[in-house]
């Protein structure tokens, strides 16, 4: 069964600071990963998605990376500001890309 | 509008009193997938449709049911809610293998 990790539960780092998320997974056998937002309650906002033959994707300031190998994937956030701060949630497919299995979340706030 | 719509946004409701939580997507969109999110458990799938007439459960499958008739309708059925299904609900849409669309949420409250 997939399993999946994000390390920090919970970041707070001042305004213009570089940061990155991180995602383990178990299974290195997926089709892709997919990095979402969610704003308190409110519901969830799709980042980016990664297909398993990529190693990078990139919007704006957000970079994902994915390492199947070693069942990873990093968020880089650039130059952070107030209106990041949220929950980032990655997600990974299992068994094909039916099932989809979240992440625990890591809760960033972003300091004036 | 790109969209997935969730109807009811709020519902309380009693234990064994049957209802549906309608969700609805405007991107011809294959798949269809309906979540449910706890504090301390995250975010964890109940049932999920690759294509019409065809459905499977996800990981937390048990007093859910599910049916999806058109591509567009992935309704989630609660034949007899009990207290322990008082959650937030999420539906979510995508192409295949693609990026996942949610809707709103549902909040649900089993008395």
């Known amino acids: 069964k997939q399993e999946v990790t994000q390390i920090p539960a919970a970041l707070s780092v001042p305004e213009g600071e570089n940061l990155v998320l991180n995602c383990s997974f178990t299974?290195?056998?997926?089709?892709?990963l997919q990095w979402f937002r969610q704003d308190p309650g409110k519901g969830l906002t799709s980042l980016l998605l990664?297909?398993?033959?990529?190693r990078e994707q990139t919007s704006g300031r957000l970079n994902a990376s994915l390492d199947k190998s070693s069942g990873r994937s990093t968020l880089y956030i650039a130059a952070s500001q107030p209106g990041d701060s949220a929950t980032y949630l990655c997600a990974v497919p299992s068994g094909g890309y039916q099932k989809v299995t979240f992440g625990t979340g890591t809760k960033l706030q972003v300091i004036p | 509008e790109a969209q997935v719509t969730q109807n009811p946004r709020y519902l309380i409701t009693v234990t064994g009193k049957k209802l549906t939580v309608t969700c609805s997507q405007n991107?011809?969109?294959?798949?269809m997938s309906w979540y449910r999110q706890d504090p301390g458990l995250g975010l964890r799938q109940i049932y999920y449709s690759m294509n019409v007439e065809v459905t499977d459960k996800g990981d937390v499958p048990e007093g859910y049911k599910v049916s999806r008739k058109e591509k567009r309708n992935f309704p989630l059925i609660l034949e007899s809610p009990s207290p322990n299904q008082t959650s937030l609900y999420f539906c979510?849409?995508?192409?295949?293998?693609?990026?996942?669309?949610f809707g709103p949420g549902t909040r649900l409250t089993v008395l």
């Open positions: 990664i297909q398993s033959s990529q």
């Open positions: 979510a849409s995508s192409p295949l293998a693609g990026l996942q669309f």
């Open positions: 991107m011809n969109h294959e798949y």
């Open positions: 299974d290195s056998a997926i089709y892709n």
